[in-house]
Nanobody, 122 residues
Framework: QVQLLESGGGLVQTGDSLRLSCEAS????????AGWFRQAPEKEREFVAS????????FYAESVKGRFTIFRDNAKNTLYLQMNSLKSEDTAVYYC???????????????WGKGTLVTVSS
């Protein structure tokens, strides 16, 4: 099973950009779909974006389309989330996930990272 470790979270202001990274180990990263979920205080964990193991098929939540970009470097076993035009409602703990090639719900996930906090201050 793949182990995941996120990095790149922090405190930013509205309109700023931030890039999250997720380093995978313990498996063949290119064999699995990967994605990002987030959980705001007192809310359910929700899907943000995902990408298939090989190729360019990507999925995004409506709330982040046009602002966030997911991409991966399988040679480096790393997943990324480029977040632009950040809003206060993007404040959450962001979790890296690995699992099914088509990943849009928590039930599609087999492995979770521990999360990285993103705080967007207005």
């Amino acid at each position: 099973q793949v182990q995941l470790l996120e990095s790149g979270g922090g405190l930013v202001q509205t309109g700023d950009s931030l890039r999250l990274s997720c380093e995978a180990s313990g498996g063949t990263f290119s064999n699995v779909g990967a994605g990002w979920f987030r959980q705001a205080p007192e809310k359910e964990r929700e899907f943000v974006a995902s990408i298939r193991g090989i190729g360019t098929t990507k999925f995004y939540a409506e709330s982040v389309k046009g602002r966030f970009t997911i991409f991966r470097d399988n040679a480096k076993n790393t997943l990324y989330l480029q977040m632009n035009s950040l809003k206060s409602e993007d404040t959450a703990v962001y979790y890296c996930a690995a699992g099914r090639q088509i990943m849009t719900t928590r039930s599609d996930v087999n492995s979770w990272g521990k999360g990285t906090l993103v705080t967007v201050s207005s």
